[in-house]
């Protein structure tokens, strides 16, 4: 007999393990989750709710991963494979796509393939995939990396671009000074915003007047060159580095007749205005490259050099302001750059400043200044401008926090428009209020990002020479400028920093994906086994990593929604969660692991400060250290259900030690937008009934997981009269009670397991006769922690079942 509940009953019912629920998100009528306003931390305006994170995942969460058919196969080879493979992946690249976006897939076959360096995938619609996530002698693909240095193994890289984006926004405004002296302007707020983009900064230098000036370009014989003079954090305390920059390019261009001409060559850079497209128009421009930057920035000055001598008796006009900002083309080449051709937005893309007092989290509409230029299906950008009221009240300026460094972009799309009220398609994470600098919103088409590439089915190891060398494989797969890719079915071992880590990268999903044993020192930088460095809209699930620090992470102004559902981690060092610097909107559901923390970090890290805000903690469970969770002023950072071993931090927290219904708030919030479907296209039969912590811990990151989790043993769902039936109390010490159910005359086992899949305990051992049995377990021998129990029974007839759950000792 098999049990066959309603899909709708599994999400939205529970059993009475599950019976609490939360006073802000819970279960109402028609089975749809409802939403109590509240106030975030240090406020008294009940405006805001829990946002909906359902957007996460390929193509916006509830989207089945494709099957791409190959059309490369790849036999291991003797010696570097490298080669051989980046060829094949170069001609699938070159092939057209059909009319979903695909080339095809490269099929690694069954084998051992050494590779000496990077593959790289960076054409649309190509998916690499072995045959198996296990050794080759199970079957498996296994891709060895031997570089005796730090690289990412497998990288998937775009080439973004952004078009329509805002108007100049002006970074400072200076008089002309005096001829052969300097003028500095403040660019800070254009430079860490470029820090967090493509790291290569465009600046526009222009005026209002009709009057005649002119500074040093870089082809100035005397040296008289434009700078950018970078002020960065030292490694020793007190310290302050700076740095001098030369443009890569610089050039000015010329409106009228000469409107087609180039003046690249020229050593100096005039700046007049007397009128768009007037012949005596003149505006320069500067690049710079900024990738070799990696300490915290604390300042940015643009000097430019001053040439002509505005005291002259012929000259009238002595007081004259230029104008310094940034445009986000940055294609522009010296020797091509033209009036008619530079990089300047159209006027009807300019920024809105948004015009409602308080933007609430969760929020779907608010009111613009202006909605000129905007239009039904924009794709826009949303600014959280943040002032020094907003660093000053969380007392971050002590951490090295400058309100420029933080205005986080979060990218949306106007699904209506009312009057100035426009509505967006995905929540509002983070609360944008004008006491704290408000925001804005600007039009931009992104253009280059890698789509619809995967990586599949295979096993990633790194050579290594100690469990301390630090000079060899760093990250199994790494995406960069990406939307709508994938990675599944993939194991990476002894890398030293992750297995998936996502470097701008939108609507990702990551499924069934194992980090395992990173060999490196372990300390700060290190063994971040599921990142999200910078990107949007990602989903991770089903994931397991063992002997990591930062397993399920965040790093700096990572701007949400981005979720980790069902996931373990084990021999822990460090805590999971958001790592530094604000990371806004994430979401750790059903997450099984060591330290738990969201935080104000303080000057860990060079001034990490507040690590992040809307951070949900969702029926989580930690093993170690504590579980702590602390919210800013202005921001809310939610605890409810799970359990810890020590709860810290005066944050919000609900059911303690329970779960609560839903058992899964992303997957419910999924069910609400797109229905049943959506779920059952994600999910797997195990993952519906129940967490799949101690599945993912036998599992261990080799064989089939969704095989496991598909179909839960030899003879399909655990039968009912086969069943365990859930210990209580749990947590126990020293003793549980739990029962079990056979159906007919057999042999039966239950054992209990450590995490790592040590049996610690034999409790049955035997034949036995059909019925329900109670037992008592005494844990005082062994050590506080979490443990599997599991029942093996094989009937008469020789059909074998299994089936598992999850205590918890205390002491």
């Known amino acids: 007999m098999r049990i066959l509940i309603p899909f709708l009953s599994l999400l939205a019912l529970s059993p009475a393990a599950y019976a609490q629920t939360s006073a802000l998100v819970s279960i109402g009528s028609g089975g749809r989750l409802q939403y109590q306003p509240f106030a975030n931390w240090g406020q008294s305006n009940a405006d805001n709710v829990v946002p909906d994170f359902s957007a996460a995942g390929y193509v916006g969460g509830g989207v089945p991963l494709p099957v791409i058919p190959a059309v490369e196969t790849v036999d291991p080879v003797t010696g570097d494979a490298r080669a051989v493979i980046q060829a094949a992946i170069d001609r699938v690249s070159a092939l057209p796509k059909d009319l979903n976006g695909f080339r095809g897939a490269i099929l690694l076959k069954s084998g051992r393939y050494y590779v000496e360096g990077s593959l790289v995938l960076r054409a649309d619609g190509v998916v690499l995939r072995g045959e198996g996530q296990n050794t080759p002698e199970h079957g498996g693909t296994e891709i060895i990396a031997t570089a005796q240095v730090q690289h990412t193994l497998i990288r998937l890289v775009g080439s973004e671009t952004a078009t329509g984006s ?38 526009h230098v222009f005026t209002n007047a009709n009057q005649y000036t002119h500074y040093g370009s870089r082809e100035d014989a005397e040296f008289r060159r434009p700078v950018l ?22 050039a000015y261009v010329r409106g009228g007749v000469d409107s087609l001409h180039n003046f690249g060559a020229d050593s100096s850079l005039p700046i007049k205005y007397s009128g768009e497209g007037a012949a005596n128009t003149r505006e320069g421009f500067l690049k710079f490259n900024l990738s070799s930057i990696t300490d915290t920035l604390k300042a940015a000055k643009l000097k430019l050099y001053a040439k002509y001598d505005l005291t002259r008796p012929d000259v009238t006009v002595p007081v004259l302001t230029h104008f310094v900002s940034v445009v986000s083309d940055d294609s522009w080449d010296e020797m091509t750059i033209t009036y008619a051709n530079r990089p300047r937005p159209a006027a009807t893309n300019a920024v809105k400043r948004i015009a409602t007092t308080y933007v609430p989290s969760g929020a779907t509409m608010f009111t613009l200044s202006d909605v000129t230029g905007l239009t039904v299906g924009d794709s826009i950008k949303i600014v959280r401008t943040p002032n020094d009221t907003w660093i000053n009240t969380l007392d971050m300026a002590q951490y090295g926090w400058i309100a420029a460094n933080y205005r986080t972009k979060y990218e949306r799309v106007i699904t209506a428009i009312d009057g100035s009220t426009i509505t967006i398609n995905v929540p509002v994470v983070q609360a944008m209020e004008d006491q704290f600098g408000g925001g804005e919103v600007y039009k931009e088409t992104v253009h280059g990002r890698l789509v619809n590439c995967g990586v599949e089915s295979m096993l990633l190891t790194s050579v290594y020479a100690s469990d301390i060398d630090e000079q060899h494989g760093w990250n199994g797969i790494s995406l960069t400028q990406t939307a709508h890719c994938w990675v599944q079915n993939v194991t990476a071992r002894y890398f030293g920093y992750a297995c998936v880590m996502l470097d701008w990268a939108f609507n990702t999903t990551v499924q069934n994906c194992a980090m395992l044993d990173p060999k490196s020192i372990t300390t700060g930088g290190r063994k971040y086994s599921f990142y999200i460095d910078k990107g949007s ?275």
Not at 167 to 192: M, N, R, W
């Open 229 to 250: 003079e970078l002020t960065t954090s030292s490694s020793v305390p007190g310290e302050d580095t700076v740095v001098a920059y030369w443009p890569v390019a610089d």
């Open 537 to 811: 809209f990602n989903l991770f699930q089903r994931c397991y990593a063992r002997g990591g620090r930062h397993d399920y992470v965040t790093g700096s102004q990572v701007a949400g929604p981005n979720v980790f559902v069902d996931c373990a981690a084990v021999q822990t060092y460090s805590d999971i969660g958001p790592h530094h610097r604000y990371a806004t909107g994430v979401l750790f559901d059903n997450i099984y692991g060591g330290e738990t923390r969201v935080q104000n970090r303080k000057a860990m890290g060079t001034g990490h400060g507040w690590a992040g805000a809307q951070t949900m903690f969702w029926n989580c469970i930690s093993n170690a250290g504590e579980f702590k969770v602390e919210s800013p002023v202005g921001a809310m950072n939610w605890g409810i259900g799970g359990t810890g071993l020590v709860k810290t931090g005066a944050g919000f927290w609900e059911q303690y030690g329970t779960m609560v219904t839903p058992r899964s708030l992303y997957f419910q919030q999924l069910q609400d937008r797109l229905g049943t479907s959506a779920v059952e296209n994600v999910t797997l039969l195990r993952q519906r009934q129940g967490p799949i912590w101690n599945q993912l811990v036998l599992w261990g990151g080799f064989g089939d997981l969704s095989a496991i989790l598909s179909d839960v043993s030899e003879g399909g769902e655990v039968p009912e009269t086969y069943a365990l039936f859930q210990n209580y109390p749990n947590p126990f010490n020293p003793t549980t009670n739990f029962g079990f159910r056979i159906a007919d005359f057999g042999f039966v086992k239950i054992s209990v397991f450590d995490l790592l899949g040590r049996e610690v305990a034999v409790l049955v051992d035997e034949e036995m006769t059909p019925g329900f049995y109670s037992m008592t377990w005494d844990g005082r021998g062994i050590s506080s922690g979490m443990y599997l129990y599991r029942i093996t029974a094989r009937s008469a007839s020789g059909t074998r079942f299994t089936d598992t759950k999850t205590m918890m000792l205390l002491k």
């Open 166 to 203: 805002s108007s100049e926004v002006v970074l400072d405004s200076k008089l002309y000074p005096p001829q052969y002296t300097i003028a500095e302007y403040d660019v800070l707020s254009g430079v860490a915003e470029e820090l967090e983009g493509d790291r290569t900064i465009s600046f």
